[in-house]
């Protein structure tokens, strides 16, 4: 490595080099016989290849530097879903607020578990509560159990909206919990939802959608093509594929089929979703419960499904849902994570848990 001080010398070697060599460039430069030989451009000839280059630009096939096309907000998919309802932000906001009362002081009590051995604790998450308040009272609810483990060792296996009731895993290590979360990520796991939604009578009794699914430019989930799958959406994300098998429960709570947790029984109808649905959202008539079985596990999946068909969840005003029904405001959407089937990730075995049905699924079925 050369000495700061001698860099410094060679340094001023050389300019002293270059200085003449620069003087005599300048000459040259502004000498009477090179400034004649330079050719004369009028302002015309520069006005005219400037708009020549313009409408090269913008011919068809026209190419910018490195092959690279303009930027345009028409080079993104459309969504299908309409944006969020304006009335929704005030209303969502509110419901947060309750939430967070709520949530601070939530514990969790004896009739909430499910399940639970050395490995997983499962509980029936209230509505209006968010997950992580949950999580965070289980240490609490176990200081007397057998087993002792770490608070920082407890996971969610499974999220759930703030609003939605139902099945909820928790793993007590962090090798459990990653088993799990590669079980979810794979399909592996099977799971049950149950909605009761507002909206006009359905014409089928089941009815399987694959759609598209993604953030629009203004951050809301929404449904998109199915043959947008795989397009890139702004902020860089890509639409990514979204399946969900309805079967209906009650129509104005008169019982149309009791329906299984299978969700291998046979559909009658497949809706490959490519345009905008002709479903009327405000001819809301009939209150209608369904089972949902989404073999994907996207955001707010079940909740823009049932928008799509018509069938907006009670309640659920983010996705058109009504705030109110028959006199009453409703408080939060109805919709309860019913089941979860899948193979334990310690014993391999099969295991299915299940969440006891809220009283506004069970009057809709009387």
Request: overall charge positive; hydrophobic content about 35%.
């Amino acid at each position: 490595m050369i000495p700061y001080r001698k860099l410094d010398l060679r340094i001023r070697k050389y300019t002293k080099f270059l200085h003449p060599l620069k003087s005599t460039i300048l000459k040259l430069l502004t000498s009477p016989s090179f400034l004649q030989s330079i050719p004369q451009v009028s302002m015309s000839s520069i006005s005219s290849h400037h708009s020549d280059s313009s409408s090269m630009d913008k011919s068809p096939g026209s190419h910018l530097p490195n092959d690279t096309k303009p930027f345009s907000l028409s080079s993104y998919p459309t969504p299908l879903s309409p944006p969020l309802p304006l009335i929704s932000k005030q209303i969502e906001l509110n419901r947060a607020m309750d939430a967070s009362s709520r949530s601070s002081l939530y514990s969790l009590s004896r009739e909430n578990v499910i399940f639970e051995d050395q490995w997983l604790i499962v509980v029936n998450k209230p509505s209006g509560i968010y997950c992580e308040s949950v999580l965070s009272s289980v240490p609490q609810f176990l200081q007397h159990s057998a087993d002792s483990v770490e608070a920082s060792e407890f996971h969610l296996a499974n999220r759930l909206d703030r609003d939605t009731s139902g099945v909820m895993v928790i793993t007590k290590s962090h090798k459990v919990a990653s088993k799990l979360v590669k079980a979810f990520t794979d399909h592996k796991v099977q799971k049950t939802y149950v909605a009761l939604c507002v909206g006009s009578a359905p014409e089928w009794d089941k009815i399987r959608l694959k759609s598209g699914h993604g953030r629009s430019k203004y951050g809301a989930w929404r449904v998109y093509a199915a043959s947008d799958v795989g397009q890139t959406l702004p902020g860089g994300s890509v639409v990514k594929d979204m399946e969900t098998l309805f079967e209906l429960l009650s129509l104005n709570r008169v019982v149309q089929h009791k329906g299984s947790l299978d969700y291998k029984t046979d559909v009658e109808r497949t809706v490959v979703i490519q345009e905008k649905s002709l479903a009327d959202a405000t001819q809301r008539r009939d209150e209608i419960l369904v089972r949902a079985f989404p073999k994907s596990g996207r955001t707010h999946q079940i909740r823009l499904h049932c928008q799509y068909l018509g069938i907006p969840i009670k309640g659920d005003v983010k996705y058109e849902g009504v705030n109110e029904w028959k006199g009453e405001i409703c408080n939060a959407h109805n919709l309860h994570a019913e089941s979860l089937s899948l193979e334990h990730p310690v014993t391999g075995l099969p295991v299915q848990f299940r969440a006891a049905l809220p009283q506004w699924a069970i009057k809709a079925m009387q």
